[in-house]
């Protein structure tokens, strides 16, 4: 008795008596627990943190019976909840027994505490050899829970045909007050990415999320947050339950209502055209991480964004907490055109500029003269190359910068000797067409042959040049998935994919890698955490990149959201964005610039190498700090006579509170309105800051002060710059100023 009257305290604690468990982490509990003699696993609370285990009732049981029609299996908050019986809601798992039953019966058999990890295993009641092992692990800081599961088929003969294979169910009770909820998304297109979605949970209705490209996609990211609708749901006292999944393939996650309030979030592995087929082997399903918050969105996206910083895995990425360094790369000034000559020129003018990286991307190769020809054929183009990319590589590391280079390694075109030599490794049918999308085909990675191919020529290159740094591209989805593999393909490309990524970090010793797939097709949580870059969209235009990077930000760590300057949008003459507004859009993340150097004027270059210089002195809290943002961007579902509809805001801290990087910006300003006061926020009340402002000029700021942090987060800051012009904007830095 004393035992469960006991505080809980941050970590996994098992009830004596019952088979109970309390996952508690900084600020949250989530409870599970068996209902005797049936063996069914339930969820019996996720939310705020609880204090004892006498907040939970027992003994644990199902739900009454409401009528024949709603069974009280339907209706449990099954943890695990799989096709079969009386269940007619969500389901995570569907398999087929050799003797031709499609019906699951899961029990409890055991469960086993070991730190911050908590494994539970079930099995069916009459088919004994077929498990399931859930897994528990905590992110105590982040208020996070990440979920594994693993289907297992151990000693037997039978093989058992997997036709569905989730990873988690998450049950979100109803609210406690009578507040409706919504549900975000993130959903886009190629140049459109992550665009916030807000859409009514309906009582009775379902939403489906999902990519079937072979790749995360574009169209849409595997994230969810569902959250009370007061105010902008951005701050405090607003609930949210998010999360994500780390797959980079096909993948899907539905919510589901209930007449009476209740969600319930599944997710995993896409079932389109899924299929595996296990006898004494197991088969490990994505992880797939959730977290409750009273902070609203800032607080869902601190917890992610650090979740991923503080996991990322040691053996590819030695050192988390290096700064991004400030990148150059020369597409948008040469294209295809790409030689020596030109090569040497424009990394001189980008070194001159401070940066600390030069990207050669695509064109370097033999017949690489446009799209259309030499994917496959990893080898420098002896034309535009005489003497190889190593001359090139050594006048860069002279210059004091790193080198990277572009790889698409999963295609191929049709065009090259790679394709006429093997044509056999790209996924087909041999009765379909192969279809093209720009003019390439995939090839099949599943084949050990391939990836050491693959293997072999990057690593030869990176190892013969010098190169520091990997721009990894994919342009096109997956399809006519043929393969010796069947319906796994789609599973084991997105693994030999991670193996081929794994390959190149041992091997290539200290290579970053940044995930690249015609913008942010992939940059779901498994790869980020295994790179140090990822590129969130192609769309480089300032007022667009403002909102692809309000959603990615709520995934994406801003020292892995690569932010470019470039011209864009250069094929529309009636729109004029400054330089510092298309810096200040940029500063958000990893700062790089994408212009063509050649076209600049002296005093634009000038302007340039300024911004790069205050980038670099305040990098260390864009980059490290919390993201929060105080305005969110125009167009996300606002009215457009607000005053925020023409706003955006971001705040970063850095974690000791002692320094904050503010980004404001005005998009139009049809009415010559002032902006209301900025409420800053995260700062130390009676601390005081110096803070220093700069609007188009980078040498000269256009206010200098001291405030306190109590009077910047309750009077406000005054922003006076960004009343009359249309794309203006500021950055504001504030440092605490310390005791004598």
Same mark, same amino acid.
């Not at 093989?159 to 409706?180: D, E, F, G, M, V």
């Not at 769309?539 to 995934?555: C, E, F, K």
């Not at 510092?580 to 634009?604: C, P, W």
């Not at 943002?629 to 167009?635: D, G, I, Q």
């Given at each position: 008795?004393?035992?469960?009257?006991?505080?809980?305290?941050?970590?996994?604690?098992?009830?004596?008596?019952?088979?109970?468990?309390?996952?508690?982490?900084?600020?949250?509990?989530?409870?599970?627990?068996?209902?005797?003699?049936?063996?069914?696993?339930?969820?019996?609370?996720?939310?705020?943190?609880?204090?004892?285990?006498?907040?939970?009732?027992?003994?644990?049981?199902?739900?009454?019976?409401?009528?024949?029609?709603?069974?009280?299996?339907?209706?449990?908050?099954?943890e695990f909840p799989v096709f079969g019986g009386l269940r007619y809601g969500p389901?995570?798992?569907?398999?087929?027994?050799?003797?031709?039953?499609?019906?699951?019966?899961?029990?409890?058999?055991?469960?086993?505490?070991?730190?911050?990890?908590?494994?539970?295993?079930?099995?069916?009641?009459?088919?004994?050899?077929?498990?399931?092992?859930?897994?528990?692990?905590?992110?105590?800081?982040?208020?996070?829970?990440?979920?594994?599961?693993?289907?297992?088929?151990?000693?037997?003969?039978?093989?058992?045909?997997?036709?569905?294979?989730?990873?988690?169910?998450?049950?979100?009770?109803?609210?406690?007050?009578?507040?409706?909820?919504?549900?975000?998304?993130?959903?886009?297109?190629?140049?459109?990415?992550?665009?916030?979605?807000?859409?009514?949970?309906?009582?009775?209705?379902?939403?489906?999320?999902?990519?079937?490209?072979?790749?995360?996609?574009?169209?849409?990211?595997?994230?969810?947050?569902?959250?009370?609708?007061?105010?902008?749901?951005?701050?405090?006292?607003?609930?949210?339950?998010?999360?994500?999944?780390?797959?980079?393939?096909?993948?899907?996650?539905?919510?589901?209502?209930?007449?009476?309030?209740?969600?319930?979030?599944?997710?995993?592995?896409?079932?389109?055209?899924?299929?595996?087929?296990?006898?004494?082997?197991?088969?490990?399903?994505?992880?797939?991480?959730?977290?409750?918050?009273?902070?609203?969105?800032?607080? /869902?996206?601190?917890?992610?964004?650090?979740?991923?910083?503080?996991?990322?895995?040691?053996?590819?990425?030695?050192?988390?907490?290096?700064?991004?360094?400030?990148?150059?790369?020369?597409?948008?000034?040469?294209?295809?055109?790409?030689?020596?000559?030109?090569?040497?020129?424009?990394?001189?003018?980008? /070194?001159?500029?401070?940066?600390?990286?030069?990207?050669?991307?695509?064109?370097?190769?033999?017949?690489?003269?446009?799209?259309?020809?030499?994917?496959?054929?990893?080898?420098?183009?002896?034309?535009?190359?005489?003497?190889?990319?190593?001359?090139?590589?050594?006048?860069?590391?002279?210059?004091?910068?790193?080198?990277?280079?572009?790889?698409?390694?999963?295609? &191929?075109?049709?065009?090259?000797?790679?394709?006429?030599?093997?044509?056999?490794?790209?996924?087909?049918?041999?009765?379909?067409?192969?279809?093209?999308?720009?003019?390439?085909?995939?090839?099949?990675?599943?084949?050990?042959?391939?990836?050491?191919?693959?293997?072999?020529?990057?690593?030869?290159?990176?190892?013969?040049?010098? &190169?520091?740094?990997?721009?990894?591209?994919?342009?096109?989805?997956?399809?006519?998935?043929?393969?010796?593999?069947?319906?796994?393909?789609?599973?084991?490309?997105?693994?030999?994919?991670?193996?081929?990524?794994?390959?190149?970090?041992?091997?290539?010793?200290?290579?970053?890698?940044?995930?690249?797939?015609?913008?942010?097709?992939?940059?779901?949580?498994?790869?980020?955490?295994?790179?140090?870059?990822?590129?969130?969209?192609?769309?480089?235009?300032?007022?667009?990149?403002?909102?692809?990077?309000?959603?990615?930000?709520?995934?994406?760590?801003?020292?892995?959201?690569?932010?470019?300057?470039?011209?864009?949008?250069?094929?529309?003459?009636?729109?004029?964005?400054?330089?510092?507004?298309?810096?200040?859009?940029?500063?958000?993340?990893?700062?790089?610039?994408?212009?063509?150097?050649?076209?600049?004027?002296?005093?634009?270059?000038?302007?340039?190498?300024?911004?790069?210089?205050?980038?670099?002195?305040?990098?260390?809290?864009?980059?490290?700090?919390?993201?929060?943002?105080?305005?969110?961007?125009?167009?996300?579902?606002?009215?457009?006579?607000?005053?925020?509809?023409?706003?955006?805001?971001?705040?970063?801290?850095?974690?000791?509170?002692?320094?904050?990087?503010?980004l404001a910006f005005r998009q139009f300003s049809p009415f010559w309105l002032p902006?209301?006061?900025?409420?800053?926020?995260?700062?130390?009340?009676?601390?005081?800051?110096? &803070?220093?402002?700069?609007?188009?000029?980078?040498?000269?700021?256009?206010?200098?002060?001291?405030?306190?942090?109590?009077?910047?987060?309750?009077?406000?800051?005054?922003?006076?710059?960004?009343?009359?012009?249309?794309?203006?904007?500021?950055?504001?830095?504030?440092?605490?100023?310390?005791?004598?």
């Amino acid at each position: 008795m004393r035992h469960s009257m006991q505080i809980l305290k941050p970590g996994i604690a098992y009830h004596n008596v019952e088979h109970l468990w309390f996952l508690t982490t900084k600020n949250t509990s989530y409870v599970l627990g068996v209902v005797p003699d049936t063996g069914i696993l339930l969820n019996l609370h996720w939310g705020p943190r609880l204090v004892t285990m006498k907040d939970i009732n027992l003994p644990i049981e199902l739900p009454k019976e409401r009528s024949s029609q709603d069974p009280a299996i339907t209706a449990a908050r099954e943890e695990f909840p799989v096709f079969g019986g009386l269940r007619y809601g969500p389901d995570l798992l569907r398999a087929k027994f050799e003797n031709g039953t499609r019906d699951l019966d899961l029990a409890y058999v055991s469960g086993e505490v070991e730190n911050d990890e908590l494994k539970i295993l079930l099995l069916d009641r009459i088919h004994q050899n077929f498990q399931v092992q859930l897994v528990y692990t905590l992110d105590i800081e982040n208020d996070l829970i990440v979920r594994q599961a693993s289907i297992i088929a151990a000693e037997t003969l039978n093989t058992y045909k997997i036709s569905k294979a989730l990873t988690a169910a998450w049950h979100i009770p109803p609210p406690a007050n009578s507040s409706h909820r919504e549900l975000i998304t993130l959903a886009g297109a190629w140049a459109a990415e992550t665009q916030v979605q807000k859409h009514s949970l309906q009582p009775g209705t379902s939403h489906v999320l999902q990519s079937v490209r072979g790749i995360p996609s574009a169209q849409a990211y595997p994230y969810f947050a569902v959250k009370d609708t007061t105010s902008d749901g951005e701050h405090s006292e607003c609930e949210v339950y998010f999360g994500t999944l780390g797959w980079s393939g096909n993948w899907e996650i539905e919510v589901h209502t209930d007449i009476e309030g209740n969600i319930i979030v599944t997710g995993g592995i896409n079932s389109r055209d899924f299929g595996c087929s296990l006898m004494r082997a197991s088969f490990d399903l994505p992880v797939f991480v959730a977290g409750y918050t009273a902070d609203g969105l800032s607080g /869902a996206r601190k917890s992610i964004t650090n979740h991923i910083r503080e996991n990322k895995v040691t053996q590819l990425i030695s050192e988390p907490d290096t700064l991004a360094p400030v990148l150059y790369n020369g597409w948008e000034a040469y294209g295809f055109d790409v030689n020596i000559t030109n090569q040497m020129e424009i990394a001189r003018k980008a /070194a001159s500029l401070g940066t600390e990286l030069f990207v050669l991307d695509d064109g370097w190769f033999r017949k690489r003269n446009s799209d259309k020809a030499g994917l496959g054929d990893w080898y420098h183009d002896t034309r535009k190359f005489p003497d190889g990319l190593k001359p090139l590589a050594d006048y860069v590391h002279s210059l004091g910068m790193k080198f990277g280079l572009w790889f698409e390694p999963e295609m &191929v075109n049709p065009d090259s000797d790679l394709y006429r030599k093997h044509p056999d490794w790209v996924y087909h049918y041999y009765e379909r067409t192969r279809h093209l999308e720009r003019n390439q085909l995939v090839l099949d990675i599943t084949k050990p042959e391939v990836r050491h191919y693959l293997a072999e020529r990057m690593l030869a290159i990176i190892k013969e040049v010098g &190169v520091d740094y990997v721009k990894w591209d994919m342009n096109r989805p997956i399809s006519e998935a043929g393969s010796r593999l069947g319906e796994e393909v789609w599973v084991a490309h997105v693994k030999s994919f991670h193996a081929l990524v794994m390959i190149i970090k041992m091997a290539g010793s200290t290579v970053q890698i940044e995930s690249c797939c015609s913008g942010g097709g992939r940059a779901d949580m498994s790869i980020l955490k295994k790179v140090e870059s990822c590129w969130p969209s192609d769309n480089t235009r300032p007022d667009a990149r403002l909102m692809i990077q309000y959603g990615s930000s709520l995934v994406i760590p801003p020292e892995m959201m690569s932010c470019w300057v470039t011209e864009s949008p250069n094929d529309d003459y009636f729109t004029n964005i400054p330089i510092s507004y298309r810096f200040h859009v940029s500063f958000m993340g990893a700062l790089g610039i994408g212009s063509d150097l050649n076209k600049l004027t002296q005093s634009e270059f000038g302007d340039y190498k300024e911004w790069i210089r205050l980038y670099k002195r305040v990098k260390h809290i864009v980059q490290k700090g919390d993201l929060d943002w105080l305005v969110v961007p125009p167009n996300v579902n606002k009215l457009a006579s607000s005053p925020s509809s023409y706003t955006a805001v971001t705040q970063t801290n850095s974690k000791k509170r002692d320094e904050s990087i503010v980004l404001a910006f005005r998009q139009f300003s049809p009415f010559w309105l002032p902006l209301r006061p900025v409420r800053l926020r995260g700062l130390i009340p009676y601390a005081v800051y110096t &803070v220093t402002i700069w609007k188009t000029d980078p040498r000269t700021p256009v206010y200098e002060g001291i405030m306190s942090g109590g009077s910047l987060m309750g009077k406000g800051l005054n922003l006076p710059y960004l009343t009359s012009k249309a794309y203006s904007s500021v950055v504001i830095y504030l440092k605490q100023m310390l005791d004598d």
